[in-house]
C-alpha cells in the first residue's frame, strides 16, 4: 500500500486527516432523541466565590457542547470518495504537528526489558520482539523519518526497508538513529530490480528474524505505537490493526460471514500501524501460490491478505497523522484505484467461499483456516488508545451489528450491496460516529464525547487497559449529561494484564458537578489480580440496565487526564 498514492491521498483513502483536524470536530449531534440530552446553564453574578467560579465553568463547557451540536454537518453516506471527510492542514501546521509528536512522544516500555536476558526474565514472558517491515517508493524522506521514529520503540528490535523504486538505491547509511533513546535495531535494506509491490512486505516478513511483523506505510505516523503493542500482545495470533472512526465504521461492514462454511473474516487497511504473525504472511505466500491468482492482482495483494486469513482484524480507532502524500501511485497504469480496490477485495471473498464450501473438510491441501481465533469479535473490548498513549480505552458495548448477522454466499457484485445489507440494520450514521466514536472518551478534549449509541445492560462496562501496570486510588469520569443516576449502580473491578480473573474493589463516589463523577478506589493489594496494588485494567460495570445511553467526554486516572 504504501507505494501507491491517489493525488495526495494515498490508500487507504482517509482523506487528509491529521491528528490537528478531527472528524466531527467539537460538533456534538445525535441520530436519536436519547443523545440529544445535555445540560445548559447560565449565571448572573458579578463576582464569583472560586467554588461557584467552578460551577460556572463546568456549565460553560456543558452548554457549549450543547451549543456544538446545533452545528454538525450532514454525513450520513457512505465514504466514496477521498477528500469527501475533510480538508487538509496547510503544510506547515502539519510540519509542526509532526514535530511536535517526534518532540515528545517515546515509550513507556524499556530496552532493558527486550534484551536477551531481559527476554528471559519470568516477568516479561509476555513481551514479543518485533520485525518492522517498510516499503519504498518516492516518499524518501517520510521513509527515513519512520525508520528513526520506530527506533525509540524497544520493541522494534529489526526494521526491514524495501525499497521497490529501481531508480533510487538506498542503503543503510541513508538512515539516521537519535541514540538518545536506547540502542539501534538491527537496519537490512534491500533494493528491488523492479516493483513488486504490496507482495515485497509479505516476503519481507516471511524472511523476518522474529515471529511477528509491524507494518507502516511511508504516509503516516503512528502516535499511539505503545497502545497498539500493547493490544497486540493479548491475542498475538490475530491481525491487529488501527485507523480512525469513519474508516472503522466502514470495516466493520467489509466483513464475509459464513458460519455453515466455517467463514468469518473481514478487511483492513495495514498501512498506519498493524501487527501480524509471521506465519500468517507465510501462509499467504503458499495460498498465492496454490491460487490462481494473475500477477495484476498479486500487485494488489494486501486486499487479499486480512480476508484470507479468515479471522476478522482487532482493529483500534483513532485519529491518524499524516506525512508526505503527494506522490504518484507506482502502479500507474490504474484508470480507477478505488474501484480496483473493491474488485479485488470482493475477489479475495469471493475465492475463500469457493474454497470453504468446495472443501468442507478440513484436508493437508486446504491453506485456509477454519477455525475462529479467540478472542471473538464480541470478547474485543479495547476500542482506542488514549490520547497520551499511555492506556486504552475499553467498553463491552458495541454499537454495530455482529458480523455474523449478514451471511456472505459468495452473490455480492459490488461493495455497495455489501454496504447495503449491513445498513438495513441498527447501524450508526456516520454523522452519528464521527461525532460520538470511542476516541473521543479518551482524545483529552472536553468538547468531544463517546455516546454507546446502544442503552448499556446490566453487567455492560467501560474502563481502562493501563500500558504499564498503574497504582490506581482515583478515577474521574466527564460527560455532558448528568452522572448521578449511576450513584449505587456500578460496582468497580481490576485484573492483571490477562483480564480473565477480576477482583472487586471498594469505592466511594463524589459528584463536584452533575456532569462529573470521582471514583475513590480502594482494591485489595493481595492476590494474583492486583499484585503490590498495581493494576493493568480497571472496568466500571453497570449493575443494572441504564434508562438511556451513556456518554463520556473525558477522564481522570489518578493525575493522568484523558
Not at 461492514?253 to 458460519?259: D, Q, V, Y
Not at 504518484?328 to 470482493?346: A, K, R
Request: aromatic residues 12%.
Amino acid at each position: 500500500m504504501n507505494s501507491r498514492s491517489n493525488n495526495g491521498a494515498s490508500l487507504p483513502y482517509f482523506g487528509n486527516v491529521s491528528s490537528g483536524r478531527r472528524l466531527g470536530g467539537n460538533n456534538s449531534t445525535s441520530t436519536s432523541n436519547s443523545n440529544n440530552n445535555s445540560n445548559n446553564g447560565t449565571s448572573n453574578t458579578r463576582r464569583l466565590s472560586p467554588a461557584k467560579f467552578l460551577v460556572f465553568l463546568g456549565l460553560c463547557i456543558v452548554s457549549l457542547l450543547a451549543l456544538s451540536r446545533m452545528f454538525t454537518p450532514a454525513i450520513d453516506s457512505p465514504i466514496d470518495k477521498p477528500g469527501q471527510m475533510d480538508e487538509p492542514a496547510d503544510d506547515m501546521e502539519q510540519r509542526q504537528i509532526v514535530q511536535q509528536i517526534l518532540d515528545s512522544r517515546k515509550s513507556s516500555y524499556s530496552f532493558d526489558d527486550f534484551t536477551d536476558e531481559g527476554l528471559a526474565k519470568t516477568e516479561n514472558e509476555h513481551l514479543l520482539p518485533t520485525t518492522a517491515v517498510l516499503l519504498g517508493w518516492k516518499r524518501i524522506e517520510g521513509l527515513k523519518l519512520i525508520v528513526n521514529y520506530l527506533a525509540r520503540y524497544p520493541y522494534i528490535k529489526q526494521i526491514i526497508v524495501w525499497n521497490n523504486n529501481k531508480d533510487i538505491t538506498l542503503s543503510k547509511r541513508d538512515f539516521a538513529f537519535d541514540s538518545q533513546y536506547g540502542p539501534r535495531p538491527e537496519l537490512q535494506v534491500y533494493n528491488a530490480a523492479e516493483n513488486l509491490h504490496d507482495i515485497a512486505k509479505y516476503m519481507s516478513c516471511s524472511l523476518a528474524k522474529y515471529k511477528h511483523c509491524y507494518f507502516q506505510d511511508d504516509d503516516w505516523l503512528n502516535t499511539h505505537m505503545d497502545a497498539l503493542y500493547t493490544n497486540f500482545l493479548t491475542s498475538p495470533s490475530l491481525l491487529h490493526t488501527n485507523t480512525q472512526p469513519l474508516i472503522q465504521m466502514e470495516h466493520r461492514r467489509w466483513t464475509f460471514t459464513n458460519e455453515n462454511y466455517d467463514m468469518h473474516t473481514g478487511f483492513s487497511w495495514l498501512g498506519t500501524g498493524s501487527y501480524i504473525p509471521q506465519e500468517k504472511a507465510q501462509r499467504l505466500l503458499t495460498q498465492r501460490g496454490n491460487s490462481t491468482l494473475s500477477m495484476d492482482r498479486s500487485k494488489f495483494i494486501d486486499m487479499y491478505f486480512s480476508i484470507w486469513t479468515n479471522q476478522y482484524p482487532y482493529q483500534l480507532v483513532n485519529y491518524l497523522t499524516e506525512l508526505d502524500q503527494k506522490k504518484e501511485w507506482s502502479n500507474e497504469e490504474v484508470d480507477s484505484h478505488w474501484s480496483t480496490v473493491f474488485i479485488n477485495m470482493l475477489d479475495a471473498a469471493d475465492r475463500l467461499y469457493s474454497a470453504l464450501v468446495g472443501n468442507f473438510e478440513v484436508t493437508d491441501k486446504d491453506y485456509f483456516a477454519r477455525k475462529q481465533e479467540r478472542p471473538y469479535v464480541e470478547d474485543r473490548h479495547a476500542r482506542s488508545p488514549c490520547h497520551n498513549d499511555r492506556c486504552l480505552f475499553m467498553t463491552s458495548i458495541d454499537p454495530f451489528p455482529g458480523p455474523n448477522e449478514i451471511v456472505f454466499k459468495g452473490d455480492v457484485m459490488t461493495i455497495d450491496e455489501q454496504n447495503s445489507k449491513f445498513l438495513e440494520l441498527d447501524y450508526p450514521t456516520n454523522q452519528f460516529w464521527a461525532t460520538f466514536s470511542y476516541v473521543h472518551a479518551v482524545d483529552n478534549d472536553p468538547l468531544t464525547c463517546w455516546n454507546s449509541f446502544k442503552i448499556p445492560q446490566a453487567g455492560d462496562s467501560f474502563g481502562l487497559r493501563f500500558v504499564k501496570p498503574t497504582l490506581l486510588k482515583h478515577l474521574t469520569v466527564t460527560s455532558s449529561k448528568s452522572l448521578t443516576s449511576l450513584e449505587g449502580q456500578i460496582t468497580v473491578l481490576v485484573s492483571d494484564r490477562i483480564g480473565e480473573h477480576w477482583t472487586t474493589c471498594t469505592h466511594t463516589t463524589k459528584y463536584p458537578f452533575v456532569h462529573t463523577m470521582t471514583l475513590d478506589i480502594t482494591c485489595p493489594s493481595a492476590g494474583p489480580t492486583v499484585p503490590s496494588g498495581l493494576i493493568d485494567i480497571v472496568k466500571i460495570q453497570f449493575d443494572n440496565t441504564l434508562e438511556k445511553s451513556l456518554e463520556i467526554c473525558g477522564m481522570d486516572a489518578g493525575g493522568m487526564i484523558l
